[in-house]
């Protein structure tokens, strides 16, 4: 489905880039005929499947992964009030099944909380039972009004992962905060996504939470996407919804919980933050392909070159490398092309001078050019590029970060980044930092190394002692 | 969550028997507050998720997974007046975005081609593009007015596996039909799952269909459950949906299409198949857990024991077996009560004495006993205890089956289970079976070794010359 007669817009024309390249390396198709509904294609699906398993397999060691219906009926939804007040613009609704009406409405979960609660308040019964983590990767839908985007603001979020949990004390709870975020960093880094973490001012936290921290990357136009985020939230619905244990001493308490969630912007995040003016560039770690071998068949010999290409495909399968032996009746530049367009980390060259000398060219994603002596050397290759990619967009990441010190420095700074600048923490201060760069106050930074630098420095508004909070433009 | 003071109802008082089994070895919970949706408890998911992973290898040979959206706007779910008959009784509409009413009503997909064939109509150009095969596995919704039942008859489908595939000619289109009768053998097979493969009457087909081939298992009630369908599609929707593709003359031509779907139902005849009056068993292949050890501890030696069991655990491990080494706090005999419920394959035990000898004791589900030296020997008893239950499964079923040569024998096998008889093929005959019988004629058999000992009697009603067909009562 590729093009190949147009170049693809660079990725300076982020806006331009992002959509040929979700429609040229065969993501997602945008023409489905309800709007912010897109189609996985099954190139895009791949990349999901291997991103959502790596998450899995972190949150396989001490949560359990289950399902929860997607119908809510609004008596349950409307429980929580400030919960109810954060959702009810963007919640759907089905009020008929077949040719009759519904005697009660059911919503399309925005999120869980509502469906998983309910039952939470039944299993819940003692100290014995907590903690309780629970995760579900599942489909979630948000009435959006605003402009929809493949991957980043949805009707339909395909691939939401969330994590609920239940806890005996709110310091438990707020432990078990801190640890999601060590597993989405650990995600993160897995996919070579440079993040990073805030609190949330109160005014933005979850509709039902005491507190937010959030997960964000900077995007190549400098804005800034939140691509996870961690609720403590108290007893806020654990009173709603009654979950209650009996403690040691045999009296019933409230629990304490938490939720957080990532959804297929860590697919968005993936493709812009490593794609370049060639096409995709994907970390090893997701790959649908790592490695694409392409054999150079020349005159009499090509026999002999489809029998090593071969034997040399049959080697990685045997390492574990999700490779591809391209023997499409193409050039081989058209075949480069395609394959640097879709990402692959690693191309292997294989012709009669190869065999020959019994050496193998191997190319990066990069395009530099080494040679290698057998497949025993890919995967240490696949390492190497694996860490280049991650410290490609590491440098990326830091350069669209700006120190600042004043309004006008923070005004600049969010036209290509994100500044950093000491704040009061007072509402008012954060509303005219906004108002006068028409950017957001994300939060204080926490586990960063950029607040630091300004912590303790007087607020960029009133002068009082400040610390470090992230402002940027959001998606 | 399991209960001790009460025994299960036996698997002779099946419906008891089946809700019971849900909830003590925690495979659903029926308690969400609304009709037809129920909760996967994390152990049901894990069985999900090992029998899902299965259904996925083997369809990942030559097929590409994907997601379509669940919502389908009411102009394209309106396109088939088929389609739309069958359906439009059991659709759930979403009709409020937020706080307004859409322009467009939204179905949640029953099923759907509806949702996919628009996209196909633009993906598919060429002969060069097909055959395309892509599957989903995706949650889909009916109405139900009907009694529901956990896994059986729901409100959300939270699995429906459905495959979607284009095709150049009429008959390579019936033969991915007979493709995925061959893939869902093979998939009910490694689950020891006995099958009928039967055509559907004519009046019976999926809406929309040239014509439909069922699978079908038999419940320990007698009841048959259908799980699984593959449906030749002819040109019904390419005509609708204007699938087309240029073939090598370079003329337009209408694409040929099948479907074919699984869904929970693959579950339920898991438990339902294999259960006794003990609880679960579960085959191997889909066991969450695969062995229990349980250690033997007495007096003095008890250090040492558990840094056996450990060993032996480790080693398990080491071969990729699904292992559990059951520390808690808890009498032997309550610990081996909770993994036979849970329908774990084999335990092993290990005490002072085994030590002493150098051997393991090893029992298996149903509780016959042997000694073996080392966890190497483990793999082949696993493989050993598949087929047995296979086997078993396979016996039961047969016993369920009988040849019938007149209407009074079919009333009465239908009481305990499938009744095979000659059948001319008219729907009179066919109506009037089901109506002495109070039955349903499934269809004529396929790939069995039933029908053949009727095949060419005559007609159980009209006495003309029949083949064989099966009756039986249906959930």
């Known amino acids: 489905m590729e093009d190949k007669t147009d170049a693809l817009p660079p990725v300076s024309d982020f806006s331009a880039w992002y959509n040929e390249i979700l429609r040229r390396a065969e993501i997602m198709d945008v023409r489905y005929p309800v709007k912010g509904l897109y189609v996985w294609y ?77 039952m939470y308040a039944l299993w819940v019964r003692s100290h014995a039972d907590l903690p309780l983590k629970l995760y579900q990767i599942v489909n979630t839908f948000r009435y959006e009004t605003k402009h929809t985007r493949p991957l980043i603001r949805l009707r339909e979020i395909t691939s939401f992962k969330e994590a609920h949990t239940v806890h005996c004390t709110w310091d438990e709870a707020a432990g078990q905060v801190e640890e999601a975020i060590r597993l989405y960093s650990q ?23 005491d507190y937010t921290i959030a997960v964000d990357t900077i995007m190549p136009d400098g804005k800034t996407l939140q691509i996870g985020t961690a609720h403590h939230l108290g007893t806020h619905f654990s009173k709603t919804f009654n979950i209650t244990y009996e403690d040691l001493a045999g009296e019933q308490q409230l629990a304490y919980q938490t939720c957080y969630g990532i959804s297929e912007r860590c697919i968005a995040s993936v493709i812009s933050v490593h794609g370049d003016d060639t096409g995709l560039v994907l970390p090893p770690s997701v790959a649908p392909v790592q490695v694409v071998i392409i054999p150079i068949i020349i005159g009499k010999r090509k026999d002999e070159v489809l029998a090593a290409a071969e034997t040399l495909c049959s080697e990685l399968k045997g390492l574990g490398i999700r490779v591809e032996l391209d023997l499409r009746d193409m050039r081989p530049g058209a075949k480069y092309y395609h394959w640097e367009l879709h990402g692959v980390p690693l191309r292997l060259e294989l012709g009669p001078r190869d065999i020959d000398s019994g050496t193998i060219v191997a190319v990066d994603r990069f395009k530099q050019k080494q040679q290698i002596g057998s497949a025993a050397e890919v995967p240490a290759l696949l390492e190497e590029i694996q860490k280049a990619i991650t410290e490609r967009a590491e440098a990326s990441m830091e350069g669209k970060i700006a120190i600042c010190t004043t309004i006008e420095e923070i005004r600049t700074a969010v036209e290509s980044g994100v500044a950093v600048a000491s704040w009061c923490g007072e509402r008012d201060c954060a509303d005219r930092i906004e108002a006068e760069t028409d950017a957001s106050l994300l939060g204080r930074e926490l586990r960063g190394k950029h607040a630091e630098k300004v912590n303790g420095n007087s607020c960029v508004i009133c002068g009082r002692e400040g610390k470090g909070a992230l402002i940027g433009r959001s998606y």
Do not use: C
């Open 187 to 209: 995600f993160y880094h897995s996919l070579g996504v440079p993040i990073l973490v805030s609190k949330r001012p109160d005014w933005d936290k979850f509709p039902g939470a």
């Open 42 to 118: 099954p190139f895009g699906f791949s990349i999901r499947k291997h991103t959502y398993n790596m998450l899995r397999s972190l949150l396989d060691a001490d949560h359990q992964e289950t399902i929860f219906p997607l119908l809510i009926p609004d008596h349950e939804f409307m429980k929580e009030a400030e919960h109810i007040k954060g959702f009810e613009e963007e919640v759907y609704w089905v009020t008929h099944g077949g040719l009759s009406e519904l005697d009660v409405k059911l919503a399309l979960r925005p999120t869980s909380e509502t469906a998983i609660y309910p």
